[in-house]
C-alpha cells in the first residue's frame, strides 16, 4: 500500500514565520563566530551567511501580507505608501538609533565638519555603507532602502503581473556590476547588497501564493531535496575549498534556491516539534532585529578569543537574547510614541 505524501502547504511559510525568523538569526550568530580557515566545519559554519537571504524573503512575503491588506481596505495609493513607510521605518529605526549612537559615538573623537557630517551621517543612514561599504550594521540601511522600493514594486506587479520576472534582471544586474568594468567601477563596492536584491523581490512575488494558501504537490518534496542537496553541498565546496576564489554573488545566486528550499523543508520539521521547541525559535525571531545589532560588537566581541566555537556561540546567544529584549522594550515604548503621533491622523 502506497502511502500518499501531503501536499507543501505554502501558507505554513507564514504560520511558522517566527520560527523561521529564529532559525536565520542563529545561522547568522554562527556565522559570524570565528573559525580557523583550515577547520573542516568552516564551509557550513560559512553557511550561515544564508541566514540573511531568509530575513530578506520572509520580510518581502510579509511586506506583500501588509500592502494587500492596506490596498484592500480600500487605501489609496499615496495614503497605503505613507502608512506603510511609517510602520516599516518606526519598526526598524528606534532600535537603530539607540544601537548607532552608542556604537558610533563611543568612537567619535571630533574633528572637522566633515568628521561632524560622517558621524551624523552613520548614525542616520549608516551612509559608510553606500560610499565606502563599510559593513557595520549593513543589513539595516540595505533593507531601509529595499523598502524604499517595495511600494512602488508591489504596485506594479498588482497591475502587471507581467513584472513578477523583474528579478531575473536583477540577476543578471549584478552580472553586470561583476564584470562590466565601468559598472564594476560605480557599483561594484556594494556587491553584498546587489546579490540579495533579487531574493527579497522573490518574497514578495511569493507572498500572494502564501496568501492564498496554495499548495505544491507532495511528491515535489523530491525535487526540493534535490535543490537543497545541490546548492548546500556546492556552497560548502566553494567556501571549504574554493574560498577568496571567486567572486561572492556567484554564491548567492545559489542561496537563492537554497534559501527557498531550506524555508520549505524546516517547515516540515517545525510541524513536527515540540510546542516548546517552536516557542523557543519564535523568541529568537521576535528578537531578530535587535540580536542582529547587538550580537556582533556589544557581545561577541568581548568574548575571549581563546574559547572554541560551541562555547562561544552558546555564550553570545545567552548574553545576546536578554540585551535584545531589553532593547526591543525600550525601542517598542518609543515606537508606539511616533506612532500615536503620526499613524494615527493617518487613519482618520
Not at 110 to 130: E, H, K, S, V
Not at 222 to 235: G, K
Not at 298 to 317: D, R
Request: some cysteine.
Amino acid at each position: 500500500m502506497n502511502r500518499k505524501i501531503n501536499d507543501i502547504e505554502l501558507a505554513n511559510i507564514s504560520r511558522y514565520r517566527g520560527e523561521l525568523m529564529g532559525a536565520a538569526m542563529l545561522f547568522i550568530i554562527l556565522f559570524h563566530v570565528g573559525l580557523p580557515r583550515n577547520d573542516l566545519f568552516f564551509g557550513l559554519r560559512r553557511m550561515g551567511n544564508v541566514g540573511v537571504d531568509m530575513f530578506l524573503f520572509l520580510s518581502g512575503i510579509g511586506l506583500w501580507f501588509s500592502w494587500s491588506k492596506l490596498r484592500e481596505k480600500g487605501a489609496g495609493m499615496q495614503a497605503a505608501t505613507k502608512v506603510f513607510f511609517l510602520r516599516r521605518y518606526l519598526r526598524i529605526y528606534p532600535a537603530w538609533l539607540i544601537v548607532a549612537c552608542l556604537f558610533y559615538i563611543s568612537r567619535f573623537h571630533g574633528g572637522d565638519l566633515m568628521a561632524w557630517i560622517d558621524l551624523i551621517g552613520d548614525i542616520t543612514i549608516n551612509w559608510d555603507f553606500w560610499l565606502h561599504d563599510e559593513l557595520n550594521f549593513w543589513y539595516i540601511p540595505a533593507t531601509m532602502m529595499l523598502y524604499l522600493f517595495a511600494p512602488g514594486y508591489m504596485e506594479l506587479i498588482r497591475r502587471h503581473p507581467i513584472y513578477r520576472w523583474l528579478p531575473v534582471v536583477m540577476i543578471m544586474w549584478c552580472i553586470l556590476v561583476q564584470w562590466v568594468t565601468p559598472i564594476n567601477h560605480l557599483a561594484g563596492h556594494l556587491e553584498i547588497f546587489w546579490s540579495r536584491v533579487p531574493i527579497f523581490f522573490i518574497g514578495i512575488n511569493m507572498g500572494e501564493m502564501v496568501r492564498r494558501k496554495q499548495t505544491i504537490d507532495g511528491t515535489g518534496i523530491w525535487m526540493i531535496v534535490l535543490m537543497f542537496v545541490m546548492t548546500l553541498a556546492s556552497s560548502i565546496f566553494l567556501e571549504q575549498v574554493r574560498h577568496g576564489e571567486f567572486p561572492l554573488f556567484i554564491e548567492r545566486m545559489l542561496y537563492i534556491p537554497l534559501t527557498i528550499t531550506t524555508i520549505l523543508l524546516l517547515n516540515r520539521v517545525f510541524r513536527r516539534t515540540p510546542v516548546w521547541f517552536n516557542a523557543s525559535f519564535r523568541f529568537v525571531g521576535a528578537l531578530s532585529l535587535e540580536a542582529y545589532l547587538l550580537h556582533i560588537h556589544f557581545v561577541l566581541h568581548y568574548i575571549p578569543a581563546a574559547w572554541s566555537y560551541w562555547p562561544t556561540f552558546l555564550l553570545c546567544v545567552a548574553v545576546t537574547l536578554p540585551l535584545a529584549w531589553l532593547l526591543a522594550k525600550v525601542a517598542d515604548g518609543i515606537g508606539r510614541l511616533f506612532a500615536r503621533m503620526f499613524l494615527k491622523p493617518l487613519s482618520q
